[in-house]
């Protein structure tokens, strides 16, 4: 598919997908006789992940770390586990993190809440 289908199923703006291709983290993308871009059903997997990763919070430089040991094959199968499993840590921790502020808040509203209800019932 050209890259104006692929912008569309991925939601990424060609700009992007030109970007990611310039900085290594889409790699192999195949030309079509014109020398356009064509990318495969794996490209749209492959972005897909690297969005997921971006939208869990993962820098790009580790994003980028990720793609080239990728690129190396399956030996580097176990650096590339680390770097999900340290990712995943972090995310845990954020997890949390935002649980305590949510719990905080909700405790604030039912403060507001009975505070407003008292009022209105004087």
């Known amino acids: 598919m050209n890259i104006k289908k692929f912008s569309e199923i991925t939601e990424i703006s060609p700009y992007t997908i030109r970007y ?3 900085i290594g983290l889409l790699r192999g993308v195949s030309r079509n006789a014109s020398g356009h871009r064509w990318f495969t ?11 997921r990763l971006k939208d869990t919070g993962m820098p790009l430089e580790n994003i980028l770390k990720y793609a080239d040991l990728r690129g ?6 176990a650096l590339r586990m ?7 840590v ?3 921790d954020k997890i949390a993190e935002d649980m305590y502020h949510l ?20």
């Open 20 to 22: 990611y291709e310039k």
């Open 41 to 51: 059903e794996k490209d749209i997997i492959w972005v897909e992940f690297i969005k």
């Open 72 to 77: 190396e094959g399956a030996s580097t199968s």
């Open 82 to 88: 680390k770097i999900l499993e340290d990712h995943a």
């Open 90 to 92: 972090m995310l845990e």
């Open 103 to 122: 719990k905080k808040l909700k405790e604030k509203i039912k403060h507001y809440s009975e505070t407003i209800e008292l009022e209105l019932n004087t």
